[in-house]
C-alpha cells in the first residue's frame, strides 16, 4: 500500500506526517509541488520517495503524479 502526500511549503510539518504515514503503509510518496523551501529534502531524509513539480500545479496535479 502507498500514501500519496500533496505538499508546497510544508518543511515544519512534512517531517511528522511521512513519519506517521510510514506506520501504515509500504511506501511513502510526497509530491513536492514546487516548494521553495526544504519540504523535498526532509521528506526524502525521512525515507519517503519525493516527486518534484518545478512550480505549483495544485493538490490534483500532485495526486495525479502521485
Known amino acids: ?3 500519496c502526500i500533496p505538499a508546497y511549503d510544508e518543511e515544519g510539518r512534512v517531517g511528522g506526517v511521512v513519519v506517521r504515514a510510514m506506520k501504515h503503509v509500504d511506501r511513502v510518496v510526497v ?5 521553495v523551501d526544504l519540504t523535498g529534502a526532509i ?3 525521512l525515507g519517503a520517495v519525493v516527486l ?3 512550480r505549483n500545479m495544485g493538490c490534483s496535479a500532485d495526486i495525479l503524479d502521485g
Do not use: N, P
Not at 31 to 35: I, L, N, R
Open 31 to 35: 509530491c513536492d509541488d514546487g516548494s
Open 52 to 54: 518534484r513539480h518545478e
Open 1 to 3: 500500500m502507498v500514501a
Open 43 to 45: 521528506a526524502e531524509e
